[in-house]
C-alpha cells in the first residue's frame, strides 16, 4: 500500500488525513481520522451530463457502517445496514449544505460525494466527515471552489464552558432530552460562513454572534491545512467551459418580458403567479422563432434564471423595494389559533405568515410511548419528537405520497431543535410527547411556522414550557462585487428565497435563541450581515411572539380530557419485585383491574396511566400495596383471624397487623373470641414495627378505649 499522511493540530485534537491507494478508482479519496473516529471521503463525477435531469446533479451520502460502534445491530431478523438512519440524512444534508454553494450550477455532470464512518470515537464523525468530504474534492480533478472547513462549538449539558469540537455520544442511559445546552456547527471560508446548524438554550444574540468569530478563527486551521495537502497532491481540475447564451435569447427577454416584469416588480405586485406567466410569455415568443429546437429551451431558462435574478437584486439594492411590496424588514400579516379542531384531539395550532399556514397537532402518550434510539451513533429515549410534513397540495401541485425525503426530515429535526430545549422535564411533566406539523399552504419558510404553530399546539394541549418559541428567516440580497452594499429581507417569500443570496432561520424566545440553520448561495457571507441579520430576527420573532400569547397567553392548566392522565409515586427500589411479583402477575393484575398502564423506573419511580379515573385507581393500590406504616397512624381495620393471644387485623390488601389481646382492651380479657369476630371492623393505632421480622403491632384500646365493651 502507498500512504502519505498529513497531520494538523486544532485544539485538543490532532487531525490526520492520509491518502492511498486503498480507493484508488475514486476521481478523490481521503481516510480522515482524530482519536479513534476514522472517516472514508470520497468524489466522483460521472464523464459527462448527457443524462442531466436538468438540474445540477449533486449527490451526498453519509453511510453508517454498524461496525464502526463495534456492535451488530439492526433486528432479529436483520442484522446489516438498510435504509440510512434520521441522524445520517441529517449529516447528509448538513454535508450537502456545505459542499453545494461552492460549485458552478453549469456543470451538467453527475457528482457524488460519499462519506462512510469506519469507527466512531471520540471525535464526532459529522464535523470529521465535512472536512473530509472538502478535502476529497479539492484533490480531485472535479471543478469545485474550495476548500472548507468545519468546527463545532458546544457546551454539554452541566458544563460552564463552550469548548471547540466537543463531543459526547448518547447512550442507552442519556437522561436529558439532548446532550448540550449550545451545539453551533459552522462552515467556513476565506473568513466568510458558508453554512450553520445550531441548538441553544435561549442564547443571547451576543453570545451567538462572539462564536461566529470565535469558529472563524479554528476554521481557518484547517483550511489552511487543505491548501497545503492541495499544493502537494491536487490534481489539475476539468475544464468544463461556461455555455455561451445565443444573443438572441436576450433580446427577445428585453423586447418581449422584461419591461413588464420589471412593472410588477416596481409596483410590488410581481407574485408567482406573474413570474410563471413571465417565463411562459418569454417561451411561447421563442417558439414562434425556434421551431424544433428543444435546447433552446434550456439556454432559455438559464438566461431568464440569471437576469430575473439580477433584477430581483436590483429592486432591494438599488431601490430598497421588495417583490410583493413590502418594505425590507416587514413581516406578513399573522393570524393563530390554539385548539378549536376537534375535542378528540389532544392540542392543536394554526397558524398564518402572509400564504404560508401550518396545522400542528399535539398527541400525549405515556413514558411507554417513548422512541427508543438504537443506531451506529445514537442510543437512548427520546420523549420528545416534531415530525413535519410537506404534501404536494401546498404549492398547488400532484404529487407522490409515501415514504419521507430529506428535506421533510431535516425540517421537522430544526423545528425539534428549536422546541425542545423548552420541553418540561420527565420529572416535571412525564408525557411522550410527539407534535406533527402539516404544511397546508407554502410560500416561505414553513419550518418556521411549525415552530410557531407546535408552539400554539403544545400550549392549548396543557404542555408546561418554559416559554413560547416563535421562528423566522432572514433573506439577503447581496452586491457580490462590494459586499458592504447588502440589503436584509425580512420574512423572505418563496421568489425572494429562489432569487435571493442566503435563507437565514432563526428560532428562540424572548430571552434568547434556540436553533438556527443557514443555507447560502453564495461562496460565504461575511460574519457582520450575519450578527445584523441576527438582530432583525429578534425583532420579527418579537412581534410574532406577541401574537401567539396574544391568542393563548399561558399553556392550559391541564391536559385535554381525551389525553391519557399520568399519575405517579415513588417506592423504595427493593419493593419493585414485590409490585411486579413473579412473573408479572401482580402488576398484570392491577393493569387488569383498573385498566391502567404502569411503568416502573429502576430507581423506584412509578408511573400509572389511564383515562377515567383508571391512573389514580392504580396508583393508589400501588401506594396501599407498598406502604411504609409509621409508629401512631390509625386505620379501621378488619379482623381476619381470631387467635388465644389476640386478633390479625387487615389494615390494608397488603398489610396485616397483630392486636395483642392485651391491646384489645383496657380491661383484661380471658376469651379473645367473647369480644371479636372475624370479618368485624375495628379502629387500630400502631404501637410498634418490626423491621426485621416484616410485623406490625396494633392496639384497639390506644384508638378507641371505649370501642371494647366489657361483658357482665
Not at 419528537?385 to 428535506?407: A, D, I, K, Q, W
Not at 380491661?667 to 423491621?691: C, H, N, W
Request: glycine content about 8%; overall charge negative; proline content about 4%.
Amino acid at each position: 500500500m502507498i500512504k502519505q499522511e498529513y497531520k494538523v493540530q486544532l485544539g485538543e485534537h490532532e487531525i490526520v488525513a492520509e491518502f492511498s491507494n486503498l480507493v484508488d478508482q475514486a476521481h478523490g479519496a481521503v481516510i480522515m481520522r482524530s482519536g479513534d473516529t476514522v472517516v472514508l471521503a470520497t468524489a466522483c463525477m460521472s464523464a459527462n451530463g448527457d443524462h442531466n435531469p436538468g438540474f445540477f446533479n449533486l449527490q451526498v451520502e453519509y453511510q453508517e457502517k454498524f461496525y464502526a460502534s463495534g456492535e451488530i445491530l439492526g433486528s432479529r431478523f436483520m442484522r446489516r445496514e438498510g435504509r440510512p438512519s434520521e441522524t445520517a440524512i441529517l449529516a447528509c444534508r448538513i454535508i450537502d449544505r456545505t459542499l453545494r454553494p461552492l460549485f458552478s450550477h453549469h456543470i451538467k455532470n453527475s457528482i457524488q460525494i460519499v462519506v462512510t464512518v469506519l469507527s466512531v470515537g471520540s471525535f464526532d464523525p459529522v464535523i470529521l466527515g465535512i472536512n473530509a468530504a472538502s478535502l476529497a474534492l479539492a484533490v480531485s480533478d472535479i471543478p469545485w471552489n474550495g476548500p472548507v472547513g468545519a468546527v463545532a462549538l458546544r457546551r454539554p449539558v452541566g458544563e460552564k464552558d463552550i469548548a471547540l469540537n466537543r463531543y459526547v455520544r448518547s447512550t442507552e442511559k442519556s437522561t436529558s432530552e439532548y446532550d448540550y445546552d449550545f451545539d453551533l456547527l459552522v462552515c467556513a471560508r476565506q473568513g466568510r460562513i458558508t453554512m450553520i446548524e445550531s441548538m441553544a438554550c435561549q442564547v443571547s444574540e451576543e453570545i451567538m454572534a462572539q462564536s461566529f468569530t470565535d469558529a472563524i478563527s479554528a476554521i481557518a486551521t484547517l483550511e489552511q491545512f487543505q491548501k497545503d495537502i492541495i499544493a502537494k497532491i491536487a490534481k489539475e481540475k476539468r475544464d468544463i467551459p461556461l455555455p455561451v447564451v445565443p444573443t438572441e435569447l436576450a433580446d427577445v427577454f428585453h423586447t418581449t418580458v422584461r419591461d413588464i416584469l420589471w412593472n410588477h416588480l416596481e409596483n410590488g405586485t410581481a407574485d408567482k403567479k406573474v413570474f410563471h406567466e413571465v417565463e411562459e410569455t418569454y417561451r411561447n415568443a421563442l417558439r414562434e422563432q425556434y421551431v424544433d429546437r428543444d435546447d433552446i429551451f434550456a439556454q432559455a431558462h438559464h438566461y431568464y434564471e440569471i437576469t430575473v435574478d439580477a433584477m430581483v437584486h436590483e429592486l432591494a439594492l438599488s431601490h430598497g423595494k421588495r417583490a410583493d411590496g413590502r418594505t425590507l424588514d416587514q413581516v406578513r400579516d399573522l393570524y393563530a389559533q390554539a385548539g378549536g379542531l376537534s375535542p378528540l384531539l389532544h392540542g392543536t395550532g394554526i397558524f398564518y405568515r402572509g400564504e404560508t399556514h401550518v396545522l400542528s397537532v399535539l398527541t400525549l402518550g405515556g413514558p411507554e410511548d417513548a422512541y427508543t434510539m438504537d443506531g451506529m451513533e445514537t442510543k437512548g429515549i427520546k420523549r420528545f419528537m416534531h415530525h413535519y410534513n410537506f404534501p404536494p397540495f401546498s404549492v398547488g401541485e400532484t404529487g407522490r405520497f409515501g415514504g419521507l425525503n430529506r428535506r421533510e426530515i431535516g425540517h421537522g429535526a430544526l423545528a425539534e431543535k428549536a422546541l425542545v430545549s423548552v420541553i418540561p422535564s420527565k420529572e416535571v411533566f412525564p408525557y411522550t410527547i410527539r407534535v406533527v406539523s402539516e404544511c397546508m399552504a407554502s410560500n416561505g419558510s414553513t419550518s418556521q411556522a411549525s415552530v410557531c404553530a407546535s408552539t400554539l399546539a403544545l400550549m392549548d394541549g396543557g404542555v408546561p414550557l418554559l416559554a413560547p418559541v416563535a421562528g423566522i428567516s432572514v433573506g439577503l440580497m447581496l452586491n457580490t462585487e462590494d459586499v458592504s452594499q447588502y440589503a436584509l429581507l425580512t420574512d423572505i417569500q418563496g421568489v425572494e428565497d429562489h432569487y435571493g443570496d442566503m435563507d437565514f432561520k432563526v428560532a428562540g424566545t424572548r430571552n434568547g435563541i434556540t436553533a438556527i440553520q443557514l443555507d447560502i448561495k453564495l461562496d460565504g457571507i461575511p460574519v457582520d450581515i450575519l450578527v445584523d441579520a441576527l438582530g432583525s430576527a429578534k425583532k420579527a420573532r418579537l412581534q410574532i411572539l406577541d401574537v401567539l400569547q396574544q391568542t393563548i397567553a399561558e399553556p392550559r392548566l391541564d391536559v385535554s380530557l381525551h389525553a391519557p392522565k399520568i399519575v405517579s409515586l415513588r417506592i423504595y427500589p427493593s419493593q419493585i419485585g414485590m409490585v411486579i411479583g413473579s412473573g408479572g402477575k401482580t402488576i398484570n393484575e392491577i393493569r387488569e383491574k383498573t385498566g391502567a398502564e404502569i411503568t416502573i423506573e429502576e430507581d423506584g419511580l412509578v408511573y400509572c396511566i389511564g383515562k377515567n379515573g383508571s391512573a389514580e385507581m392504580a396508583r393508589d393500590m400501588i401506594a396501599n400495596m407498598t406502604k411504609e406504616w409509621t409508629v401512631g397512624e390509625t386505620a379501621q381495620g378488619t379482623v381476619r383471624k381470631v387467635l388465644e393471644i389476640g386478633a390479625i387485623v387487615s389494615i390494608s390488601p397488603f398489610a396485616d397487623g397483630l392486636v395483642h389481646v392485651s391491646e384489645i382492651a383496657p380491661f383484661r380479657i380471658e376469651k379473645v373470641s367473647d369480644y371479636l369476630t372475624e370479618g368485624q371492623m375495628v379502629p387500630v393505632t400502631v404501637v410498634a414495627i418490626d423491621k426485621e421480622r416484616d410485623r406490625i403491632s396494633l392496639s384497639i384500646k390506644k384508638d378507641n378505649p371505649e370501642f371494647i365493651v366489657q361483658k357482665k
